[in-house]
């Protein structure tokens, strides 16, 4: 098993190397550098102070060697400076990540929380109505486009009710306490769990369907189980492992929907934060937003293999090395 | 070499269409969407109809209410909204079929050569697929998107002319758009490389390039077809999201993501106008999933008979 871990532990980093090269190459063909934005600030500035700018920054070098001045600094901690926050990168960064965690943590378990009992209440009950009803609510939810979603929740409860904020953080409105802080979690929350659920949803029915075809589940029934022993007691662990793998494979997916969010609702993440960087032309900033994205999305890989083989103990984990 | 017995159910194609005609939603998101493509289609007749222009500005009537004149009401800059609903109906649609069918042909032709090749070259850009679908892709669109197309060196013809933010959508999306197909046809070209038929039209000479495109490439047909279909939502969600956050589809082309661009300043005065794009987006992306799973319950009903199977 260590050998496995290690072996894709290794393979994770090199996806980020080849990521961080891909997105410091494609930085390079954004508009305009960083001496541009000076010069923008600042009409006197001559062309020879840009061409000296351009040097003491490195700037006149080329794109390969100023990858490896940047790799160089990073390995040994050194991210640079943000351009829009005026700090260290991991200075700006921490506070976002937090906020993101608690974004994701919540939405998802709420999803989930919502997705199972719905897909094994429909999966026990195939084609009748509730099926069909739960079926058409989960195709509802994976095609509602998600910032429209969100424009809709402040809509109807920041606008029309004028119950909840639209926008924001406690903080940014000056409030403080718990209720007025959980106030402007709500709506985020509801919209990131909406986008989520019905996918999860038909996960978790079209699994247990096919757990109950199993033989073991006509044994369970034939020595007079109850139908929700047999479910939930026999099928539901067996079901639950195609399940597990999607959740932790569709991270990715969860931090795509989080930026929109988080930009609808102006709420101070990492999605939010990455795509300032980017239009803002922070460059630091923006690489290493991306690399954490992309760092937090290769972990999950990472437990959607480790939890494969260790909840299928038919599953050994050189076998899934194949 | 059909046999008679089996005309009894009509030919395959039929078979497949009486089997979707029973999934209902499926039916009628075909016909909704139908109606959807042959509105936009006809926004240059309606145009004319209702004796408006799309792209007519009127200060003096910026967000007025649905009117005989407006049947939606305008927009920020006076124009009527229900043209610019049409119009960006033709440019969504356009997109979310075009960059589909390139990520489509793109996911098929490196699907079928690794599952055929198979061995290391298979492992590697298998590896190269998983590293593709693990990847935060949003963000990175957004870094595509904000890429300077002068910076790559592209002729400027292709750069000054107005559709370019269409062109760029397309490519991104079918960029980042084909791993799932490629990891299906992959799939389905392992397990059928080993078969007879293909081992036969190996004995008797065809070469990999014949036996890929006119043995296996065939027998993929409903596969890709299915997986096609229900990919062509979720471009155009990703189409409309990228628009939405100014990266897509530039404006004064109009897209329905970039029709609700604004919607969020103006939700107080003009609640309409975050409504009915989305809304649009919405039906649509929602028809084509029911399509894709109408057709998968037609195309593969060896899935449907299980599932029936499921109710004992």
Wanted: hydrophobic share 55%; charged share 15%.
């Amino acid at each position: 098993m260590y050998a496995f871990l290690i072996r894709r532990l290794v393979h994770s980093l090199v996806v980020l190397f080849v990521m961080s090269v891909v997105i410091y190459g494609l930085m390079g063909l954004m508009p305009g550098d960083p001496v541009d934005l000076m010069i923008s600030a600042d009409p006197d500035i001559t062309s020879e102070d840009a061409a000296r700018l351009r040097a003491i920054y490195g700037l006149d070098q080329p794109l390969w060697s100023r990858y490896a001045n940047w790799l160089g600094a990073a390995l040994t901690g050194d991210f640079g400076y943000s351009r829009l926050y005026a700090q260290p990168v991991w200075q700006a960064i921490w506070p976002a990540l937090t906020n993101t965690l608690v974004l994701l943590v919540s939405s998802l378990a709420l999803a989930l929380a919502i997705a199972l009992p719905a897909g094994i209440f429909a999966a026990t009950r195939p084609y009748s109505l509730a099926d069909y009803g739960i079926n058409f609510a989960a195709f509802a939810g994976i095609s509602m486009p998600p910032f429209w979603l969100g424009i809709l929740l402040i809509l109807v409860f920041a606008v029309m009710l004028g119950w909840l904020p639209a926008g924001g953080t406690a903080a940014s409105a000056g409030v403080s306490g718990l209720w007025e802080q959980l106030q402007f979690l709500i709506l985020p929350v509801a919209s990131l769990t909406i986008a989520g659920v019905g996918g999860h949803t038909r996960y978790m029915r079209a699994s247990m369907i096919e757990t109950l075809r199993q033989d073991y589940i006509r044994t369970a029934r034939a020595k007079g189980l109850s139908e929700s022993r047999v479910v939930l007691g026999h099928a539901l662990r067996n079901a639950m492992i195609p399940v597990v793998t999607v959740i932790a494979l569709d991270l990715g997916v969860l931090f795509s929907g989080a930026l929109i969010t988080e930009t609808v609702f102006a709420y101070p993440g990492m999605g939010k934060l990455i795509f300032d960087a980017i239009m803002g032309n922070d460059y630091n900033l923006a690489l290493v937003g991306l690399l954490m994205a992309t760092a937090l999305t290769l972990i999950g890989n990472l437990l959607a293999d480790v939890a494969y083989a260790g909840l299928d103990p038919r599953i050994s984990y050189e076998e899934l090395d194949q | 070499m059909s046999a008679p017995a089996i005309t009894i159910t009509g030919s395959p194609g039929r078979a497949v269409l009486a089997r979707f005609m029973k999934h209902r939603l499926a039916v009628a998101s075909a016909i909704v969407l139908c109606l959807l493509v042959s509105l936009s289609l006809l926004a240059p007749l309606i145009e004319h109809l209702l004796g408006l222009d799309a792209e007519a500005v009127d200060l003096f009537a910026r967000y007025a209410p649905p009117s005989a004149a407006h049947p939606l009401g305008t927009d920020e800059l006076g124009r009527d909204l229900l043209l610019r609903l049409l119009y960006g109906g033709q440019v969504s649609l356009f997109v979310g079929l075009t960059a589909t069918i390139v990520a489509a042909v793109i996911g098929t032709t490196i699907g079928l050569c690794s599952g055929y090749a198979g061995g290391r070259i298979d492992a590697f850009v298998m590896r190269v697929t998983d590293g593709v679908i693990a990847l935060p892709v949003l963000p990175l669109l957004i870094v595509l998107a904000a890429v300077d197309l002068n910076k790559l060196g592209l002729p400027d013809e292709l750069l000054g002319s107005g559709n370019v933010s269409l062109y760029r959508i397309v490519a991104i999306v079918a960029l980042v758009g084909w791993t799932t197909v490629a990891r299906l046809v992959r799939a389905s070209t392992l397990s059928l490389k080993t078969r007879p038929f293909v081992l036969a039209a190996r004995a008797q000479g065809a070469g990999a390039f014949r036996i890929m495109l006119r043995h296996i490439l065939p027998n993929l047909a409903s596969p890709i077809i299915v997986a096609t279909t229900l990919s062509v939502g979720n471009v155009i969600l990703l189409e409309s999201v990228l628009s939405f956050l100014g990266l897509g589809i530039q404006p004064p082309l109009p897209s329905w993501g970039n029709l609700l661009t604004g919607a969020q300043e103006t939700i107080w005065e003009a609640p309409g106008l975050a409504f009915y794009p989305g809304l649009l987006i919405f039906i649509t992306v929602i028809a084509f999933n029911f399509i894709g799973d109408g057709l998968q319950d037609a195309l593969d009903p060896r899935s449907r008979d299980s599932r029936t199977a499921a109710r004992n």
